[in-house]
């Protein structure tokens, strides 16, 4: 070995260099966790935040839902109610008139009853009524009574009072005479 090559002897580093390298260690480590303590608190509370908006968002639209269906209720019949004031009117005005002959009256009866079907057809309240000879319908129709005849065997025979459906829905069923078995 060459004696220019001299290498200075390391140097151990003192206990107290030790302890400040350390503390200085630690106080970064410290202000570290307190910054991500800091921001994760911020985002906590932002969370928090946000979830009371969304809980309050969604108690609003449960409330206005709730008054919606109140109304509903409440005014639900207005457009048919509406619909039905012509009928009310034309009736009036019937009453209305002292001496109308008979002929008056029928006429009058005939309008309103058009007007009257209108207005339910308008609300989706269409009637029932089977001609003679339709296939008898339990889903449409109620038998109330059964008669001897020459057709097909469970057909109508006659409507003895028309039914109504209302979007579908029964509301009340045709009353009908069926033929009997043969």
Known sequence: MSENNTSAPAVAPAPEEIEAAMAA????????????LAELKAKSADLADQFLRAKAEAENA???AEEEIAKARKFGIEGFAESLLPVCDSLDA????PNATAQQLREGSDA?????????E????????PPAG???NPNFHQAISVVPAEQESN????VLQKGYVIAERILRPAL??????K
Do not use: C, G, Y
């Open 94 to 97: 019937a009453l209305a008139l």
């Open 112 to 120: 309103t009853l058009r007007q009257l079907t209108a207005a339910l």
């Open 134 to 136: 339709e296939k008898f």
């Open 155 to 158: 057909t109508v025979v006659a």
């Open 62 to 64: 449960r409330r206005r």
């Open 25 to 36: 260690n630690a106080s970064d480590e410290m202000a570290r966790l307190q910054s991500e």
């Open 176 to 181: 009908v005479t069926v033929t009997a078995p």
């Open 122 to 129: 308008r609300n989706k309240v269409v009637a029932i009524n």
